[in-house]
């Protein structure tokens, strides 16, 4: 099946979800890696400077570049899922993220996590930087810049039908990764 | 000699290997989208869409514009070779904010970005001298997606070569979907620890199709590829009939007691360009 979703999607949206469906979104997603999962896990939920449940997150660290005070996205594909593994399941609790986009899967701990808070993780195309940063329309927002560097910082995105994303992993337990395992 | 203008096409060659994808690569990707189906054949899809924009567009096609890592071949009678590492690091840094490349190094100590893609050791250049005045500089720019899944095997001689095409297969059906399949896998066979892993980079410069000269090593090649892609991780890991394009051995002889085994991984984006600079300083980018 193919969907094209508003982000922030509700919850019977995305049990909708099957592993192997092909999904879009629109809306707003923030990238975070090792270091912003890492320092996000560490402050205070209400001291951030934006809701990370009204986004998706993207394990992506962009490469950007600043035009008078505005920044673009020149390439921005998906970074290795399986770094942020020891993060996940916790971070999907404290901020209530319902849809993950990466690459290459998540393990057990995540996979139980997507199911307990009806969430999934998607997969788009490692490397295709070029045409993941044709499908941003504006970046209303970075942070953290300065202390993580252009790679870790979190940057917000603005995204119009971002895909083809591939749902790897659903809220019903299912992993496609697990599955080619066996 | 110029060397600013020998820096601008260090700048270019970087360029070229960031936005154009060599044609021995595309070739063998469009063979995999022939061949794949269903979510398969969607990620090939984005990805040949993908080198099309960032060629048109001279974007770098993926985000990760890697370690930069030089190749070098330096003729003997070059007038000027005092210069070359200078005029490399600088280019490096001039293509940063040029083209631009992702601020990529790291103090691994401190947790810093060095902010212009060098820093100790990087960019990572590798000489050879060969006779003759010009010099011939390849750029691979490695992206740590793959790197991650570089392996180093110190077997025990007994287990032969069948024991080494285990290890090989084994460990790239571990790495999975980690390395953006489909890859290009590097194999260096023999030497000692550093050496296999670096023949198995080395392995790397050899476009994608062509076989070893010898023709035992040949045939291993032709074995891992097909074991490889046999296990169906596919595209992306995602599931499919492509899970590499090429492998490529190269071997070194060894210590009796050592059979080492060294995997470098290149994902899907196999960057490289070339460059030839004359002794007068005038330079071709191919």
Redesign the interface.
Known sequence: MEYHLDIPAGKDEIKKLKV?D?LYITGKIFTARDEAHHMMLEKDKDSLPFNPAEMALFH????M?KTGDKWQV????P??S?RMEIFEDEFIEKYGINIIIG???MGNRTEKALQKHIAVYT?Y???????A??KVKDVPGVYWLDEL???EAAWIFEVKEFG?L?V?IDSHGKS??RE??K | MNFDDIKHGIVLLIKKAETELPDDVVKALKKAYEIEE??AK??IK??L??ID??KK?Q???????GIQTFFVKVGVDFPNINKLKDLITDAVKKATVEI?????T?DPFKG??H?DNTGDYIPYITWDFVEGDKVFITSLPK???SE?MSKLGMLKPGVGIEGVKDFVVNEMINA???P?PPTIVGVGIGGGADLALKLGKKSLLRPVGIRHEDKTIAAMEEELIKRINDS????????GKTTVLDVHIEKAHRHPASLPVGIAVQ???DRRAHMVINPDGSWEVK
């Not at chain 1, 992506?60 to 490469?63: E, I, K, Q, S, V």
């Not at chain 1, 020149?74 to 594909?77: I, L, R």
């Not at chain 2, 169906?232 to 599931?239: R, V």
């Open positions: 192997g092909i992506c660290g962009p490469l570049k020149v390439s921005a594909g970074t290795t399986s690459k290459g899967g997969a195309t490692g490397g295709a930087g070029a045409l940063a044709d560097g252009m790679p083809p591939i790897a496609i990764y080619l395992k | 269903g979510v969607i990620q984005a990805i869409e993908n924009l960032a567009s974007r770098p096609m993926c985000q990760d514009t631009p490349l992702r601020p990529n790291v810093d970005n902010k992206g740590g997606g991650n999975a979907g980690n953006c169906g991780i596919g595209p992306m890991g995602l599931g994902c899907w984006a």
